[in-house]
């Protein structure tokens, strides 16, 4: 196992609605990234914190915020929900975000939300 | 064009069979390369990173192509336990360090 974990597991939320999503990334790793994985696609980039700060975001619209904390934990927010944000929300940490890059992403088993 | 492409298969092989997957990447900045391999409803994980110089890992060999822009993955004597997808990676840190994924290849053994 990665060590690092998310919650929920599984979640079903409706059009419009909110969710926060949660991520506690593997001890000694101060980077976090989410992913967003339709079915039968690859997981696409959405954003990365290090230490605390987003260090990079993919092409997602504003209603995807996100956060981490001092300990490196991190949530994923997305505001009005979509049919199309059905997805696995994927996280992944690593050790080092800097600007180097390449650092290996070790990634949570993932929450799968249903938007109805 | 999408910054990685690979086959989505699927690869149906029987056991003991060596199959190859390649991927190709659009962006020639990129400088860090990886395998990841996802199996059903579970998470990616890595498999192994991709060396200029070729690197090999048991059954698996894994191959970079700067030139032509294509990553390869071999996996000699296939096991039923190798059935998964295989997700080709590539990360560029000039566009945020983010990790550009494929759609995956499939691959199924057969006993």
């Known amino acids: 196992e990665t060590g690092v974990t998310q919650s929920p597991t599984h979640l079903i939320k409706t059009r419009g609605q909110q969710v926060t999503l949660r991520c506690s990334s593997q001890?000694?790793?101060?980077?976090v990234s989410w992913y967003q994985q339709a079915l039968g696609q690859g997981p696409q980039f959405i954003f990365q914190?290090?230490?605390?700060?987003?260090?990079g975001r993919g092409n997602f619209p504003p209603r995807f915020s996100g956060l981490q904390f001092p300990n490196y934990s991190s949530e994923l927010n997305v505001n009005a929900l979509e049919l199309d944000d059905s997805a696995l929300y994927l996280c992944?940490?690593?050790?080092?975000?800097?600007?180097?890059?390449?650092?290996?992403?070790?990634f949570g088993p993932g929450t799968r939300l249903l938007v109805l | 064009r999408k910054e990685v492409e690979q086959d989505p298969g699927p690869f149906n092989v029987p056991e003991g069979a060596t199959v190859a997957f390649n991927c190709t990447y659009s962006?020639?900045?990129?400088?860090?390369f990886f395998w990841y391999r996802q199996d059903c409803r579970k998470e990616p994980k890595l498999l192994m990173s991709?060396?200029?110089s070729g690197n090999e890992d048991g059954r698996f060999t894994a191959q970079l192509n700067r030139a032509s822009q294509y990553i390869s993955l071999l996996i000699r004597d296939s096991k039923l336990s190798d059935s998964a997808t295989y997700l080709c990676?590539?990360?560029?840190?000039?566009?945020?360090?983010?990790?550009?994924f494929g759609t995956g290849t499939s691959l199924t053994v057969i006993p």
């Open positions: 992944a940490s690593s050790p080092q975000g800097t600007l180097k890059g390449g650092e290996t992403q070790y």
């Open positions: 001890s000694g790793h101060n980077t």
């Open positions: 914190y290090y230490r605390e700060e987003e260090n």
């Open positions: 962006n020639s900045a990129s400088q860090s």
């Open positions: 991709v060396y200029s």
């Open positions: 990676v590539v990360n560029n840190p000039n566009t945020g360090n983010q990790f550009y």
